[in-house]
């Protein structure tokens, strides 16, 4: 994982590799050579391609005019630069000049017509206005520079040479117009790195190359809608020892690889676990079947699915794989029935579609009342949540290490919070629940927030709409209990799981070709894809 980052912290670890041997200007040099590598691999399939570079004053702008060198001198790539302020005596200025990239100066171009001009006819805008240590609002004269960089990204003008557009009423058709991929240098200008507050003409990239380390601005709302994409560089600085007890961490596939369980060829079913999932009510009859089956994604040996006996009968003969444990009666009997089955079980999920009605209640409380103690791992979601929400001190009913998935909503409920409340402080909400409720908080939505109590925070880099469909937090679900069963930690579980599930809404999108398009059972496909992916 990638250490998560303020602009102070930055900062110092620069000054600790310049005074340790990796100085300023060849930082400077390493970011301009990942910036154009990032660009090249949207300019592979253009003819020609043109980029043009947006240059600030500072060292943002260094890095952008490195870029513009390497882009230029070393790949034949045709390269304008438009200064925001004119750099004297700039030897990345004259080296740029002089392997043939354009330069234009903002005071020379009154009416910002030349500005409009290199923006609306690139293949790819570099934004390396500003950096990380931008001040909000930005001055006007910013300000104006960035109104028209938006007004040439608005322009759709028609392909060199076209007169008409042809329309054909019963087909999609080409609308004649590309607008340029805008990739941010560092951050997109306009962003508090720190904070996430965006300035109201802040350009949005469709990518972020962000240096050194990942910083909280781009992970945090509204700044991370205009982050795009995020890679991050190095750049060869050197990350503090033990950085996971101390700072926020960011996932990667190298992370969520790590955290899987082994699997030892010479194994049998039971050699990975039993899980158990007890889930869904007439209202919500599939939750039960996407949680099991994901669980079975992700490699565990045997589940059980434990539901009420008419979906029982309803699905056993559509979702084969699970074993079925019918529950009938009351909920006191129903508790008892789960109680008896779970011996043997080396995890058990409690909550997919369960209900709120009051033998869905009784189930819950009965299940977390006297006895806890002998109970498997537990992971909590959904209406065992929301059953919870309602008891004071309700945490004093979860056994060690238990893993709680709310949504924002009913990360609320739990909290006796609004969602909006939540919702504006993700992070330090979820590192302070899990530290009083001692159990592991995944705070769903864009960039998942996974809290333990020893102070872990661990983000996730997907922000998609895919995810934002019903049934897709069962899959969620269905994963983690998957791989505690399999013997992960409580944390190692819902890092690895909750990184799976991203990416797998992102190859479910492409799958179908829309991110709209995704249902939680294409989510649920795409496991074993997005399993193939970080094993590479």
């Known amino acids: 994982m990638l250490p998560i980052l303020n602009v102070n912290q930055i900062r110092n670890r620069e000054a600790v590799a310049d005074s340790s041997g990796l100085p300023y200007a060849e930082m400077m040099q390493r970011a301009g050579r990942a910036l154009a590598a990032r660009t090249l691999t949207y300019l592979s399939a253009i003819d020609q391609p043109r980029v043009t570079v947006l240059v600030g004053a500072g060292n943002n702008g260094g890095d952008g005019l490195v ?7 070393e790949n034949g790539v045709r390269v304008r630069c438009y200064l925001l302020k004119a750099r004297p005596d700039d030897l990345l200025v004259e080296t740029a000049r002089k392997v043939g990239v354009l330069v234009a100066l903002a005071a020379d171009d009154r009416d910002g017509r030349v500005l409009r001009n290199m923006v609306a006819s ?22 104006k520079v960035l109104r028209q960089v938006h007004a040439a990204l ?9 007169q008409e557009r042809l329309i054909l009423p019963d087909q999609p058709a080409p609308s004649g117009w590309r607008r340029p991929i805008v990739i941010a240098v560092d951050c997109p200008s306009g962003l508090d790195c720190d904070n996430g507050q ?3 003409g802040a350009l949005p990239a469709d990518e972020t190359v962000t240096f050194i380390s990942a910083k909280p601005g781009l992970f945090l709302f509204p700044g991370a809608a205009a982050v795009g994409r995020l890679s991050v560089a190095t750049l060869g600085v050197s990350v503090p020892l033990a950085a996971e007890m101390v700072f926020p961490m960011l996932v990667d596939a190298d992370a969520a690889r790590a955290r899987l369980p082994e699997r030892p060829v010479n194994s049998s079913k039971g050699t990975f676990g039993k899980a158990m999932v007890v889930a869904g009510c007439e209202r919500y009859v599939g939750a039960v079947g996407l949680a099991s089956m994901s669980a079975y994604r992700v490699g565990a040996g045997l589940v059980t699915a434990v539901a009420p006996a008419a979906l029982v009968a309803a699905l056993s003969g559509t979702v084969a794989e699970p074993t079925w444990l019918p529950l009938a009666g009351d ?18 999920l409690i909550g997919p579609g369960l ?7 009784d189930l819950v409380y009965g299940l977390l009342g006297e006895g806890r103690e002998a109970l498997p791992p537990l992971i909590l979601d959904a209406d065992a949540l929301n059953l919870l929400s309602v008891t004071p001190e309700w945490w004093r009913l979860l056994p060690p290490e238990t893993i709680l998935t709310p949504h924002p909503g009913e990360m609320g409920r739990l909290c006796g919070l609004t969602t909006e ?7 330090g909400i979820a590192a302070r629940k899990a530290a009083e409720w001692q159990a592991i908080v995944v705070l769903k939505g864009a960039h998942t927030v996974i809290a333990a109590p020893d102070g872990r925070l661990a983000v996730l880099p997907f922000k998609t709409d895919a995810l934002a469909k019903a049934g897709t937090g069962d899959v969620l679900a269905g994963m983690v ?4 069963a399999q013997g992960s930690t409580a944390f190692d579980a819902a890092v690895a799981a909750a990184y799976l599930h991203g990416l797998a809404g992102e190859l479910a999108a492409a799958q179908v070709g829309s991110r709209r398009a995704v249902v939680a059972r294409n989510v649920r496909d795409q496991i074993g894809a997005a399993l193939r992916a970080v094993s590479r």
């Open 198 to 200: 965006l300035d109201v």
């Open 481 to 484: 209990v998957g791989l505690r």
């Open 355 to 361: 209900g709120t009605a009051p033998e869905a209640r």
């Open 67 to 73: 870029a513009a060198r390497v882009l230029a001198q």
């Open 154 to 162: 608005r322009e759709q003008s028609q392909p060199e040479g076209a």
């Open 122 to 143: 690139a293949d790819v805008v570099l934004d390396a206005l500003f950096g990380i240590g931008v001040k909000l609002p930005l001055r006007e004269d910013a300000a």
């Open 421 to 427: 409340a939540v919702q504006a402080d993700r992070w």
């Open 331 to 348: 909920g006191a009997l129903r508790a008892d029935t789960v109680r008896q089955g779970l011996p043997g079980y080396t995890a058990a």
